[in-house]
């Protein structure tokens, strides 16, 4: 006979009391605590680049970073230094334009077929390149109104075949949220994948509870999850097996990364991440060229660089291995390939 587990009564998909809410709650939000439990001499932050856009780390990522080292590829990632304060020109607050892509507040439509909801604007982690870090979330936050008018906006247009959730980051609202969401997406006829942009599963992998595995496998619309990854080391046992349970749930796996000066700007570095990626069953997607936000000028790798690294990793993996070297244009129909040098 099998021993059953006792019946732990909880709400619906709200995962283990406490869980990935409580850790995310808990991340770091101080430089100087974060630097001194790496080792670090707290100087190495700067308070003036930190005031806008603050530091945010779950301790599930800074787990990962490497002890008494201030170069470490996941550390610059998220640290506010003072080179975010000098301005660059060419880099600005809203470098894509998207102020002018959207509709109705909350939806941003560029590409044919899809439309973006802007969930929240909480995310689990501050990414310093990130091109929202100006973008004003207070006025696009899904509130009832907005969500009721994006809703009668997607009614309305039935060329849209895919709504993407995005933020912020969507996988910080509860299951419950999500499901609510999703039935409201399944509702209309037209549409017929959900996609969802999140790095929670790589810095929160707590975040993918069995709550988040029922909701992506009970509805009508296939999800395709697009997670964030820019360095292998990101990639660790945790995350792989939450990437797996993904999987094993029906979900299809995509990776985007950015290019990012002194974090992932050498082959052999984007070559272990594809591979560590396709061993958690997810394909790489894009590699994105930065975005010319202001703050983030010190992680750009020139174009001629950026397509020499491409061709290098081509020249060493399948194809399938091999994401798409984009950038994003404002006003372009598609994110625009860089060719290949030679070419
Ligand atoms: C990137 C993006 C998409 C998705 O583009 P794909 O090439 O399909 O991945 C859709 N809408 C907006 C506003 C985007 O920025
Ligand atoms: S998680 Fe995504 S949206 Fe949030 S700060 Fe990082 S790059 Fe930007």
Known sequence: MTKRAPIIPRSPGTGHAGGWQRELAEGFRDPAALLEWLGLPARLADPVGDRAFPLRVPRAYARRMRRGDPADPLLRQVLPVAEETVPVPGFTTDPLEESSASPVPGLIHKYAGRALIVTTGACAIHCRYCFRRHYPYAEARLTAEHRQGLLDWLAGHDDIEEVILSG????????????ELASALEALPHVRRLRIHTRLPVVLPARVDPGLLAVAGEGRLPWVMVIHANHPAEID??????????HAAGVRLLN?????????????????????????????YYLH???????????????????????RLQARLPGYLVPRLVRERPGAPAKQALATPGK
């Open 168 to 179: 912020g980051d969507p996988l910080t609202l509860s299951n419950a949220r999500l499901r």
């Open 237 to 246: 046992p945790e995350v792989r097996d939450a990437c797996r349970r993904l």
């Open 256 to 284: 985007q990364s950015v290019l990012l000066a002194g974090v992932n700007d050498a082959p052999d570095i984007l070559a272990e991440l594809s591979e560590r990626l396709f061993d958690a069953r997810v394909m790489p």
């Open 289 to 311: 060229q930065l975005d010319p936000v202001a703050g983030a000028a010190h992680f750009l790798v020139p174009d001629d660089r950026a397509r020499t690294l491409h061709a």
